[in-house]
């Protein structure tokens, strides 16, 4: 059943984790779940659970995210685990090893997991792929393709707020063409059971083939976050303002900059997210960032006690492979 | 009454560690007990306590300082923290993000302390201000303004050394113009009951309101160090050579650098001090670095020991008003 | 009578871990039966024994070795040692710190062992010979004299397979005259008794006193690796291409890269090695890398075990010293 979903062991546990996609919906559950579960430990006065101790987790950065490295370490950090960070490009590379060598001597050192950052799309999957039986590999975003534990990371934000996805109407809006994480998002919704999923963007922001992710489009504003429960604000990276994909910043907040004004349409208990960071007075207000519908922080929270449990249910299914 | 102190909680507890000015002796002689009853855990085989297992202590170093981000983090391992260590300029300020929200994203992810360097004064402050409430914030040195966890070792090593401050002649030489530390020192000293406190330097490496500061001010090494208890050399920036400001290293040695000979005007017992890392043959001669005199050694193992109390207490009063 | 071995303590035992060059086969298989007793702590679902716990241990790297610093910290974290990683050039260097200068300052902030890299030979002694006596140095490859540890996890990896020296037909093949680890190996190699020590290598690649150094020298790679058990290749580096040492990698390949079909001349049980990273297609076929004769990842492995042998020994006796 589950023999091409390299993501998935034998018994259908979670074994790596590339993509949203081709994930049940109760594996997405049992992520929540256990994210649950640890969203105490970091609130602790001692903020360590011994889950991981002993195990290595390979920090694998083809490219510089600070902040995502931050939180996958600090996440491992709290699972007791030990953290090697690899900046892959500027060492081995450039002695000439092969991506598959490098690969076979962290293996060989006893890594339990690699953290794959790379902007190609396919990158954990290519790792996943090639990993030996006990080694654990979470994709922490490739390319424009998927950055899903960010995705499950909102997924626990609404969750935490909404209780339920039936019954939601959920707006994504901004720059979903170049977005690592929309994508990812529309299929976790989806996944999960929302009611209704839509998309608002410019045309020259949206990708061609949309509407066959089950999503409704709007290319306006007001119009797109009527009566919704949760908005989601995409981040506009400046450089796509190039190639008059966009005609300013100023006009890209006078269509989709959300303000406390246009946020009345929404309903009254609506959600505000963004993946950060904010630009602000572009995506949105400040009054909107740091305001009572902002659940832009508990995002940030949110993301170590996820990462945490998407960690410690991939080496726990792992190393039961390994064994 | 503690009330613009920001440093202060409202039971007069230490809070933050942002500067020497505003703390009271008693504060001061709290630091310094405490560190006392530190400066055996390095001495041990196992060189931990485990007061702050669990916490998260980050860096945020917006200028590099490989030996302040090393002691800091050398202390905090001894206190068993996890350490963050983050170069600001390079992450999230190149995707624009403002500080406010780096500082927040941090504190989502349940980070207890930032350690901050900065090359801007007044920047550890901001950040305090702006501190959620069970968060710490440890000054590591600010522009021209302060260095208090320097000035404290100093004091501490002094103390070690002279039992009591009423009574001593401290003498302090060099560029107290551009010293993050003279001026922390200045304070610290009088605080805590120095006798007489000296400033020796050539007239254009003075700051117009030195005399305001309570010291006497001496522009002849000889003169300025005669019966003195403590010579405290601070160190040269051989960029402030340009400028018309000093001649020559040449000169400056000849004029204001500590030989063997000329500390035979001081007291016998007098200890010679320097925050390192020192330019040999420019503030002093190799043979007083190396000789018996020098305590220059002693003040690196003693910045362990105060940089340990200065993020216990305040941890600990951070922690207490957050609960 | 050990007076001039800096290596060693007054009792004969191990304190400084510099080179192979005049440790005794005592100490070399005191090493290797250290190893041998690490080797499962790898494999352990908690790779971790309280060995060196509250130790710490500065990775003093002057030269960029991302792959062997990575081994070295993964060793120091499985011995719960704290590892303190520094970039001498980049910090101290340039505040004009003298080396001596920063080795105290390290000593007095009560770090216990040094691992130094550096690209000029006897960098590591220097170190050793004006440490403070508690502390450890450990060499991690200087210039083109040594790299022992390398030499060690080889002979563990030999040891392994061939159970003794003695009767054994060992080939190292490539670029003698370049290779910090060639002249390692082959004092390893003749101090543990292996009765036959072969070097296989085009005249320009080979230091004109190698003969001395009790080897049986071959240009030819056929002739060289008959009937010999174990083949260790060495790293061709790429630059030394240049000033026609070599004529190309295609023509390297022709005359000394190992294949499958070349290595049926060796016997049938032999072994095949190589420090990593390898050129594939240079040094050697894929088909050999990856194929049944290839130890190459079990060096990596061993590497560890061999890493944690050589820090816990030097530590401890140089504890001992200190106290």
């Known amino acids: 059943m589950h023999s091409h979903n390299i993501q998935l062991d034998k018994q259908g546990r979670l074994r790596h984790f590339l993509t949203i996609e081709d994930l049940s919906r109760e594996i997405l559950t049992e992520i929540l779940d256990t994210a649950e579960s640890f969203s105490g430990v970091s609130e602790r006065s001692v903020k360590k659970v011994p889950i991981c101790r002993g195990k290595v987790i390979a920090n694998l950065f083809f ?3 600070t902040r995502t490295r931050t939180t996958f370490e600090l996440a491992a950090k709290r699972l007791s685990a030990d953290v090697l960070s690899l900046n892959i ?3 081995s590379a450039s002695k000439g090893e092969t991506l598959l060598d490098t690969l076979r ?3 060989a050192m006893h890594c339990d997991m690699f953290v794959v950052r790379h902007n190609e799309s396919g990158a954990a999957h290519f790792i996943a792929n090639n990993a030996a039986p006990g080694v654990a590999v979470i994709n922490a975003g490739d390319g424009r393709h998927a950055h899903p534990t960010q995705a499950m990371l909102d997924m626990f934000t609404i969750r935490r707020h909404k209780k339920e996805f039936v019954g939601l109407r959920v707006a994504i809006v901004g720059d979903i063409l170049h977005s690592r994480v929309a994508r990812s998002q529309i299929i976790a919704l989806n996944t ?3 009611s209704e999923v839509r ?3 410019p045309r020259t922001l949206l990708p061609a083939e949309i509407r066959m992710m089950g999503v409704h489009v709007y290319h306006d504003l007001d119009e797109g976050i009527k009566d919704v429960d949760v908005v989601i604000m995409l981040r506009l990276q400046k450089e796509r303002m190039q190639g008059a994909l966009l005609p300013s910043e100023h006009e890209y907040f006078r269509l989709y900059g959300l303000t406390e004004a246009r946020l009345r349409v929404a309903k ?5 997210m963004h993946p950060g960071p904010i630009n602000r007075g572009v995506e949105m207000d400040t009054e909107v960032a740091d305001g009572p519908r902002s659940v832009i922080l508990e995002q940030v929270s949110n993301g170590i006690a996820v990462r945490m449990a998407v960690m410690s249910i991939t080496m726990s299914n792992a190393g039961g492979q390994a064994a």
């Open 63 to 65: 490219e510089t995210s």
């Open 89 to 91: 490009s500027a060492s």
């Open 105 to 107: 001597n962290l293996e």
């Open 192 to 194: 999960l059971g929302t």
């Open 199 to 201: 998309v608002i963007a």
């Open 268 to 272: 009254p208990d609506a959600i505000v």
